[in-house]
């Protein structure tokens, strides 16, 4: 099965930092997209930042440059975001997606909340 895992989220205070993790299995994230994406209570949900396979590069949604980092550690098909200088309004469930069966992203994570307090 083709399946990814999010983790890492949690409580943190408004200055903080946090690592999110998403594990895939059933495929290559060196070989695919993976983006990471969240979706705050009552808010539409909203692109962070997405890795391209192998080195197709790195892109940021412009409000999410400076803080955000994106990485891939192909050893454990892992894919990473991290998090700084954090904020209350960064509070949402933070997904991750892979573009597995084409172009759109058709393979989603389960989501891990992130709360950040102030």
């Known amino acids: 099965d083709v399946q990814l895992q999010a983790s890492g989220g949690g409580l943190v205070q408004a200055g903080g930092s946090q690592r999110l993790s998403c594990a895939a299995s059933?495929?290559?994230?060196?070989?695919?997209?993976i983006g990471w994406f969240r979706q705050a209570p009552g808010k539409e949900r909203e692109g962070i930042s997405c890795?391209?396979?192998?080195?197709?590069?790195?892109y940021y949604a412009d409000s999410m440059k400076g803080r955000f980092t994106i990485s891939r550690d192909n050893a454990k098909n892992t894919v990473y975001l991290q998090m700084n200088s954090l904020k209350p309004e960064d509070t949402a469930i933070y997904y991750c997606a892979a573009a597995v069966g084409g172009s759109l992203y058709d393979t989603w994570g389960q989501g891990t909340q992130v709360t950040v307090s102030s």
């Open positions: 890795i391209g396979a192998r080195d197709d590069g790195i």
């Open positions: 059933g495929f290559t994230v060196d070989d695919h997209p």
